[in-house]
């Protein structure tokens, strides 16, 4: 089992910037490919970046591509959300998630779920 912890959501001004931070438990953290999503109010979950277990591979969504960076430390079982140039449409509920795959960028294939932390970008 892998237990992931979200932090380092909040409210902001449109174009600041916010590093979400996820916590996972587990020896196997490094093994995992590791992805963000994220779900607004009224809308359904949507695919934010993806990080391979290495970390050599990274993909990112149309909309947040070029202002949102996804990274990992394997020692210290985290993986961050950079985000930076906020916009409003970048507020939901952010979601982090672990595949048992070494790599994974669709919902379906991810195995653990976080609770989620909140962004919430004024204009």
């Known amino acids: 089992q892998v237990q992931l912890v979200e932090s380092g959501g909040g409210l902001v001004q449109a174009e600041s910037s916010l590093r979400l931070s996820c916590a996972a438990s587990?020896?196997?953290?490094?093994?995992?490919?590791m992805g963000w999503f994220r779900q607004a109010p009224g809308k359904e979950r949507e695919f934010v970046a993806a990080i391979s277990w290495s970390g050599s591979t990274t993909r990112y969504a149309d909309s947040v591509k070029g202002r949102f960076t996804i990274s990992r430390d394997n020692a210290k079982n985290t993986v961050y959300l950079q985000m930076n140039n906020l916009k409003p449409e970048d507020t939901a509920n952010y979601y982090c998630?672990?595949?048992?795959?070494?790599?994974?960028?669709?919902?379906?294939?991810?195995?653990?779920w976080g609770q989620g932390t909140q962004v919430t970008v004024s204009s």
């Open positions: 998630a672990a595949s048992r795959s070494t790599y994974a960028d669709t919902a379906r294939f991810f195995d653990y």
């Open positions: 587990g020896r196997t953290f490094g093994r995992y490919g």
